[in-house]
């Protein structure tokens, strides 16, 4: 059974930072690939970051150079540092899965990921 479970979100100022998690188990993590989306209120779930299984990372324009995707193969955890947060960042940000290797277009669309997290609360105070 797999199970995607993130941490560390919470309330910020404009301007900080905060440092995501998700813990996976049930997958044979190396080998796949790991995303994060987010969905603000009345908006539609978007994606964020990727990296594939070769550590190769994908960025939503949005986000680029203030966040930073990473993953530790020994814990079976994938990272999001967030940095220089803006309002605009509040969101639910969600973990997920997939066994594909596709291109960056692939990889944003959040139909291709197989398994998800529950998601956590990130706020970002003006």
């Known amino acids: 059974q797999v199970q995607l479970v993130e941490s560390g979100g919470g309330l910020v100022q404009a301007g900080g930072s905060l440092r995501l998690s998700c813990a996976a188990s049930?997958?044979?993590?190396?080998?796949?690939?790991m995303g994060w989306f987010r969905q603000a209120p009345g908006k539609e779930r978007e994606f964020v970051a990727a990296?594939?299984?070769?550590?190769?990372?994908y960025y939503a324009d949005s986000v680029k150079g203030r966040f930073t995707i990473s993953r530790d193969n020994a814990k079976n955890t994938v990272y999001l540092q967030m940095n220089s947060l803006k309002p605009e960042d509040t969101a639910v940000y969600y973990c997920?899965?997939?066994?594909?290797?596709?291109?960056?277009?692939?990889?944003?669309?959040?139909?291709?990921?197989?398994?998800w997290g529950q998601g956590t609360q990130v706020t970002v105070s003006s």
């Open positions: 997920a899965t997939t066994r594909g290797r596709g291109s960056s277009w692939f990889l944003s669309q959040r139909d291709n990921y197989d398994y």
């Open positions: 049930g997958v044979t993590f190396s080998s796949y690939t």
């Open positions: 990296i594939n299984w070769n550590r190769s990372t």
